[in-house]
């Protein structure tokens, strides 16, 4: 068993609770549905869509996988990923299933790269948790690998889950 008391370990917990929100808020969510941008009545409300959030979110994991060491060649997006979701992307209202991939490879790349990045997480030492992170332009906000990985695991993600909970209400789905 990993020790909990572990930095990887710590941070891993919090990706486990947003992985399983994630799955909760993924429910009743239709294939149709996951890259249109909510309607309220008559008006389209341009806010991220599924399709977007889970997109953007499985291109993180990659990242804290190499850090720690690990070949993350298998959950490294493809250019056409990267295209689509990266931080500068604009989220685009997909109504005809043709700018995004479909929900299944979607949410298949976002799973997959987070238990990765859970799994390397685990398995890290300490150490690696406390040098100084390799992305220069977050350094000044994220001074420590550690710090960078669980905002990338932790924070922004659940930015972006808050962000799917007020779609799914858009939409009528309620709470999950």
């Known amino acids: 068993m990993t020790d909990p008391a572990t930095i990887g370990s710590m941070i891993a917990a919090s990706c486990r609770l947003g992985l399983g929100y994630a799955d909760r808020l993924l429910t009743e969510i239709t294939a149709e549905q996951f890259g249109q941008f909510a309607a309220v009545g008559d008006q389209t409300i341009e806010s991220n869509h599924p399709a977007f959030i889970f997109g953007h979110l499985s291109i993180y994991p990659c990242r804290v996988v190499a850090d720690l060491g690990v070949d993350a060649t298998s959950i490294t ?100």
């Not at 990923?81 to 209202?93: E, G, S, V, Y």
């Not at 987070?114 to 799994?119: K, P, S, T, Y």
């Not at 420590?144 to 007020?166: D, I, K, N, P, R």
């Open 77 to 176: 997006p493809s250019d056409e990923f990267l295209r689509l979701f990266n931080k500068d992307a604009t989220c685009q209202n997909d109504l005809d299933g043709s700018i995004y991939p479909g929900k299944d490879e979607i949410v298949a790349a976002f799973r997959a790269a987070h238990e990765q990045a859970i799994a390397a997480l685990e398995s890290a030492e300490d150490a690696v948790f406390q040098t100084p992170n390799a992305n220069e332009v977050m350094r000044a906000k994220f001074p420590t690998t550690g710090a960078m990985h669980a905002f990338y695991l932790g924070g922004h993600f659940m930015v972006h889950m808050g962000q799917l909970s007020a779609w799914r209400r858009m939409m009528g789905l309620g709470a999950a």
